[in-house]
């Protein structure tokens, strides 16, 4: 039975609001002569975030597999799909941050890094545990789920402020 882990909705959610937070100005103060392509280059970059956030982990009776899409590829993020006989253990490195990343390390020495931003991730550690046999308990998500939602509601607020300043500007341009 094939399951997906897309990426976590607040991970997304909170990527996509500040593109949005620091972009929505840009088509509106930009000088005439850069309208249309400011305003070309807030879509195509809308697109793109929206794309890269778009990962995901797929898990079978065989292997797990980590698939991006085509933009992410051509950013430099790859797929990777690993047979669950091939992972010999779960490596930990600490971050600057204080927080730990995780890689399955296989027979042949290679280190898939453990995504830990998806959707239902203590099902995806349970699947990994009962395919490997490794210790999962440790394993949480890379930042704490409060941090997503902070953001997403700062970014959400910087939108709101951008829309009352642009709305009270078009009032004041059209009393003159």
Not at 15 to 31: D, E, G, M, R, V
Request: aromatic share 14%; hydrophobic share 45%.
């Amino acid at each position: 039975m094939i399951e997906k882990f897309k990426t976590l909705f607040f991970v997304k959610s909170s990527l996509i609001s500040l593109y949005l937070a620091l972009t929505i100005p840009i088509p509106f103060i930009s000088i005439d002569k850069l309208k249309i392509f400011s305003l070309l280059t807030f879509i195509l970059g809308f697109y793109l975030i929206i794309n890269i956030t778009s990962d995901h982990v797929e898990t079978s009776n065989n292997k797990i597999s980590y698939k991006t899409s085509f933009i992410s590829k051509i950013l430099g993020r790859k797929n990777w799909e690993i047979s669950w006989e091939d992972i010999k253990l779960i490596k930990s490195l600490a971050t600057s941050q204080g927080s730990k990343v995780y890689y399955f390390n296989t027979d042949k020495g290679d280190n898939y890094l453990i995504p830990q931003r998806v959707e239902n991730f203590k099902r995806l550690l349970d699947i990994v545990s009962q395919k490997t046999g490794l210790y999962v308990s440790d394993i949480s998500y890379l930042s704490p789920l409060w941090t997503y939602k902070l953001l997403t509601f700062l970014s959400v607020c910087m939108i709101i402020g951008e829309i009352f300043a642009f709305k009270d500007q078009m009032l004041s341009m059209l009393n003159l």
